[in-house]
């Protein structure tokens, strides 16, 4: 029995390695580098970061808002929320900033709390900055409210 076993495993080994071995020729390794393995590619410049403070419209429902300001240097962690100085419902007055949406204060039962949820501390889990960056592939959605009105004037 354990012969059995023993021999199993060898030719369960062997068969991986020779798997492993064949698996990706060697020229195709670097395929998604764009450049061969022992060489380090320069990185692409990082793009700017739209800094205008003008609220973006969504391209989809439900999407949450982008932020439309740099947050470089910004803490967000256990402690402290750098977004909050400014989003809170008692910061919205003098920083003339949008209150946060009411679900940022609501539990996983719907249950309203006194203090930001736990599962909507972290803001850029959701939220991102945009950038000022050139589309990477083409992009031919259309909007459903594009689509409505365009039936409504085929119907007229």
Do not use: W
């Amino acid at each position: 029995m354990k012969t059995g076993k023993l021999l199993s495993i060898i030719a369960l080994l062997g068969f991986t390695v020779s798997v492993m071995a064949t698996s990706v020729p060697e020229e195709k390794i670097d395929t998604l580098r764009l450049a061969p393995i022992n060489v380090e590619p320069t990185p692409p410049a990082m793009q700017a970061v739209i800094n205008t403070d003008v609220k973006q419209v969504r391209n989809y429902p439900m999407q949450p808002p982008v932020i439309p300001h740099k947050i470089d240097g910004y803490q967000i962690d256990l402690k402290v929320n750098k977004c909050m100085q400014c989003h809170a419902r008692t910061s919205t007055g003098h920083s003339q900033a949008p209150m946060v949406s009411v679900t940022h204060y609501m539990d996983r039962d719907n249950n309203f709390l006194a203090d930001l949820s736990p599962r909507r501390y972290f803001c850029t889990q959701c939220h991102a900055p945009q950038l000022d960056a050139k589309l990477l592939v083409e992009n031919d959605f259309v909007d459903i409210d594009h689509l409505i009105k365009a039936k409504a004037a085929v119907k007229h």
